[in-house]
């Protein structure tokens, strides 16, 4: 049975930025930026949860002014309004000498975080010199990837997610956006029934299932929008603004 309005309070609103916040340019539209405005105003806590790093979505995050926490790398960082770190969960480099060597073995994009460098292209020549978030793969071929998906699964220690259909993200086991967002709901004092979370991508999907309200984009994957209790508009139709106006403000 479908949810509705009356039947839930929601104290937090967790946002998804590419693909969902950010219309196709990179940037948040001023009917986005109103709607979570009057949501702050109204004492809901807005909350960003990405896939990004901090490096990578600072500003961004600071332009919104927002007053609680801020989730990075599909939830192995969490930050305060203040930008400290508040929480980090790592990637065992030998997890990240494996994806490397898939990597190089099927010839494919990548790119990966530690927690002080987006790597893109090039490649650190000792991986236990760092500290690891993330690592990802982009992959065109549909068959390659699968075959790099099906290595993958084989490890029971990796969370496996995407951010759109040809990537392929790989945190530790057990991070993702919503254990971040369960974290941040209970250091604000109530639970995840009083979250209403946002997303486009395979990395929403475990946030959209365990919050109170999930939404998909329009322009979500079709097992999103599955899994989510209302469709919004497309991110570059302000859909965060229209699911906020419908069942925040």
């Known amino acids: 049975m479908p949810i509705q309005r009356e039947e839930v309070d929601i104290k937090l609103i967790a946002i998804d930025m590419?693909?969902?916040?950010?219309?196709?340019?990179q940037l948040i539209s001023e009917g986005n930026r109103q709607a979570i405005r009057e949501a702050e105003?109204?004492?809901v806590y807005v909350v960003i949860s990405t896939g990004?790093?901090?490096?990578?979505?600072r500003e961004l995050?600071?332009?919104l002014k927002l007053s609680s926490y801020l989730i990075t790398a599909n939830g192995s960082e969490i930050w305060d309004s203040e930008f400290n770190l508040v929480e980090r969960q790592l990637l065992h480099t030998d997890h990240i000498q494996m994806m490397w060597d898939l990597k190089n073995k099927h010839n494919?994009?990548?790119w990966a975080s530690t927690v002080d460098k987006v790597w893109r292209g090039e490649f650190p020549e000792t991986i236990t010199d760092h500290?690891?978030?993330?690592?990802g793969f982009d992959i065109e071929?549909?068959?390659i990837r699968n075959e790099v998906l099906t290595e993958l699964k084989k490890n029971k220690e990796l969370e496996i997610t995407n951010s759109s259909p040809t990537n392929i993200e790989v945190n530790a086991l057990g991070i993702n956006k919503a254990a971040a967002l369960a974290k941040v709901s209970e250091k604000l004092g109530f639970t995840m029934e009083n979250v209403m979370a946002l997303g486009d991508s395979l990395n929403d999907i475990a946030m959209i299932e365990k919050a109170g309200v999930g939404i998909a984009m329009g322009?979500?994957?079709d097992i999103v929008k599955e899994t989510a209790d209302w469709v919004t508009d497309t991110n570059i139709e302000d859909g965060v603004a229209k699911a906020i106006r419908h069942w925040v403000l």
Do not use: H, I, Y
């Open 52 to 57: 990004r790093t901090l490096m990578t979505c």
């Open 131 to 135: 500290e690891w978030l993330k690592f």
């Open 18 to 25: 590419d693909g969902t916040l950010l219309n196709d340019e």
């Open 41 to 43: 105003d109204k004492g």
């Open 61 to 63: 995050a600071e332009s």
């Open 108 to 110: 494919t994009n990548f």
């Open 141 to 143: 071929e549909d068959d």
């Open 219 to 221: 322009n979500a994957q």
